[in-house]
């Protein structure tokens, strides 16, 4: 008989009064293991099509709403951050990562830097 996976929620985002995003990592990982998996729960979605979930290589160190008016000045999404400073925007028009220089504590360009990420309206 196989043993279930455990699982610990470590941050969790409302994208709106529907839809929640909770992060996890396995009971079992070290901190700062860059293995998570991000769930979405849609309220109003289908029975049996309300939970989606994506997995990432990387410590997940905050998740927010972000609103960049470079990019889109109507619209937020969703923005993850690894604890070594990569940031994954989750833009409805295509995805896309950027790296935070010197942040981190175990990347070759690590300065020690701690960043999180604050809701930008």
Same mark, same amino acid.
């Given at each position: 008989?196989?043993? !279930?996976? &455990?699982?610990?929620?470590?941050?969790?985002?409302?994208?709106?009064? #529907?839809? *929640?995003?909770? #992060?996890?990592?396995?009971?079992? %990982?070290?901190?700062?293991?860059? +293995?998570?998996?991000?769930?979405?729960?849609?309220?109003?979605? !289908?029975?049996?099509?309300?939970?989606?979930?994506? %997995?990432?290589?990387?410590?997940?160190?905050?998740?927010?709403?972000?609103?960049?008016?470079?990019?889109?000045?109507?619209?937020?999404?969703?923005?993850?951050?690894?604890?070594?400073?990569? *940031?994954?925007?989750?833009?409805? &028009?295509?995805?896309?990562?950027? !790296?935070? !220089?010197?942040?981190?504590?175990?990347?070759? +360009?690590? &300065?020690?830097? *701690?960043?999180?990420?604050?809701?930008?309206?």
């Amino acid at each position: 008989m196989s043993e !279930k996976l &455990k699982i610990e929620f470590t941050r969790a985002c409302a994208r709106s009064e #529907n839809i *929640v995003i909770v #992060n996890a990592v396995q009971e079992i %990982s070290d901190t700062y293991d860059p +293995d998570c998996r991000i769930y979405r729960f849609e309220h109003d979605g !289908k029975v049996g099509e309300q939970w989606y979930y994506d %997995s990432f290589n990387f410590h997940m160190q905050d998740i927010t709403l972000f609103r960049n008016p470079d990019i889109d000045d109507a619209t937020d999404y969703l923005t993850y951050m690894s604890s070594e400073g990569d *940031v994954y925007h989750a833009w409805w &028009k295509g995805n896309f990562r950027e !790296k935070i !220089k010197g942040a981190g504590t175990w990347v070759d +360009d690590a &300065k020690g830097y *701690v960043a999180c990420l604050l809701s930008h309206r």
